[in-house]
């Protein structure tokens, strides 16, 4: 079965744009989280949606937005960009939440502010 | 805060021979913890877990050891291969909490 569907790779923005990155869970899976990896930091949980509902939200300024859409595709927002926000994202898919072998992680998107 | 911390940014270890990763946390209210391998360029791939009620997972050649008095985990790989290189992450989580809490991950490279 197909993983979980991240776009877009790679993405180059300047200081002060705004972003979109999706992500297409598994299918079936109802469950999508949001993190964030830079060097140093491992990754930080930005944020989870369960059937189109924030459940949970991370430490991050209202810069940083999601939401869920009733196929269960997400979409994340990040305005008035900063050079700080230059990381790689990363979006989980899950039947119902963060639990071991269930819980998968798609590739990516490297997003790079200039 | 750093709730999860892997002290190790790297560890190079010789092919064949025991790879151990360690992980401490400073929450009490963990429940579950998991290690993810990550590759470059892909996202992070579960490897396994275990259960605050357990002090020790097996799965083929990786080990979870969980010392709940010490806050400690750690992963032990045997034999170590060249294809264990990668980026390993410890993760924990709270019982009804839906996110993990990673460390910042340890390079590990197998040297053959």
């Known amino acids: 079965k197909a993983g979980v569907t991240q776009t877009p790779r790679y993405l180059i923005k300047t200081r002060g744009q705004q972003v979109t990155l999706s992500c297409s869970p598994i299918?079936?899976?109802?469950?999508v989280s949001w993190y964030q990896q830079t060097p140093g930091q491992g990754l930080q949980f930005l944020f989870e949606y369960f059937s189109e509902t924030q459940r949970n939200k991370g430490n991050f300024p209202g810069r940083f937005s999601g939401r869920q859409f009733s196929n269960s595709r997400s979409e994340m927002n990040v305005s008035t960009l900063e050079l700080g926000d230059s990381a790689l994202y990363l979006c989980?898919?899950?039947?119902?939440?963060?639990?071991?072998?269930?819980?998968?992680f798609g590739s990516g998107t490297r997003l790079t502010v200039v | 805060d750093q709730q999860v911390k892997q002290n190790s940014p790297s560890l190079s270890v010789q092919e064949g021979r025991i790879s151990i990763l360690n992980c401490d946390y400073t929450?009490?209210?963990?429940?579950?913890f998991l290690w993810y391998k990550k590759y470059p360029a892909e996202g992070p791939t579960f490897l396994i877990s275990i259960s605050s009620i357990k002090d020790k997972n097996e799965d083929g050649r990786f080990t979870v050891f969980l010392n709940k008095s010490a806050k400690h985990l750690s992963l032990h790989i045997v034999p170590s291969q060249p294809g264990d290189s990668a980026v390993y992450f410890c993760a924990a989580k709270s019982e009804g909490a839906q996110k993990l809490v990673f460390g910042q991950g340890t390079r590990l490279t197998i040297n053959p």
């Open positions: 929450n009490s209210m963990f429940d579950y």
């Open positions: 299918s079936g899976h109802r469950s």
């Open positions: 989980a898919s899950s039947l119902e939440g963060a639990r071991g072998y269930g819980y998968t």
